[in-house]
């Protein structure tokens, strides 16, 4: 099956400090989304993305599709405690409601 | 809206026992989905449902799983009988038709002892 390649795993970082993560996969996607999941609660859609190239931002949240389809990338710019999380990269293909999910990045942030 | 509604939020049973996970969607939503979350393998789809139909179930683990969706307002997910390696947290999601973004509900931290 489709696999999502999520990098990094975790990162601590500096209050103030830019973040970036990246998924790749083996497969072409035809929509990428990307979520943030805090402690003890579902994951919540952050941006998504539906073409190839298309770069979005949400606040201080950007995110790009791969011209190649088969990756993405979500910059945080400006941390602060609260970007604490665990943030996925995911991927939707021919199966239209069918997603496949990202490992996950784990942020902390140092006040 | 409330939003996608689980419950109960932590259960804690013995090896053996039956469980049973309960989710609401979100009123007009089409899809429904369940999902489970370990630290190793992250986050896995084990069935979903377009009008409360089973559309794809190839992802629940054996035969001990379960889904039913008897109306498009609640489904469950049950475990019998209940093993430890099936302590996760499952989450329960929802999408309208014609959106491909799905809204999670907040997850039913499950603990086989």
């Known amino acids: 099956g489709q696999q999502l390649n999520q990098s990094p795993q975790s990162m601590f970082i500096q209050e103030g400090e830019d973040v970036s993560m990246n998924c790749t996969s083996s497969?072409?996607?035809?929509?990428w989304l990307w979520y943030k999941q805090d402690p003890g609660e579902g994951p919540v859609l952050l941006i998504a993305?539906?073409?190839?190239?298309e770069l979005t931002s949400n606040g201080r949240l950007t995110a790009q599709f791969g011209i190649t389809r088969k990756d993405s990338f979500l910059n945080i710019s400006a941390s602060i405690p609260s970007d604490v999380g665990i943030y996925f990269c995911?991927?939707?293909?021919?199966?239209?409601?069918?997603?496949?999910f990202g490992i996950g990045t784990k942020l902390q942030v140092i006040p | 809206d409330a939003g996608v509604i689980q419950s109960p939020r932590h259960e804690v049973t013995e090896m053996g026992q039956e469980v049973t996970l309960r989710c609401k969607p979100i009123?007009?939503?089409?899809?429904l989905f369940w999902y489970r979350q370990t630290m190793m393998r992250g986050l896995e789809l084990l069935i979903y449902?377009?009008?409360?139909?089973?559309?794809?179930d190839s992802g629940m683990p054996e035969d001990r799983f379960s889904a039913k969706m008897p109306n498009a307002s609640f489904s469950t997910l049950k475990i019998q009988p209940s093993e430890p390696r099936d302590s996760a947290v499952y989450f329960c999601?929802?999408?309208?038709?014609?959106?491909?973004?799905?809204?999670f509900g907040p997850g039913t931290r499950l603990t086989v002892l």
């Open positions: 999601a929802s999408t309208p038709l014609v959106y491909n973004e799905q809204f």
């Open positions: 993305l539906y073409k190839a190239g």
């Open positions: 449902f377009n009008n409360n139909v089973p559309i794809d």
């Open positions: 009123s007009g939503h089409d899809y």
């Open positions: 497969s072409i996607f035809n929509t």
């Open positions: 995911a991927g939707l293909s021919g199966g239209y409601q069918k997603v496949t």
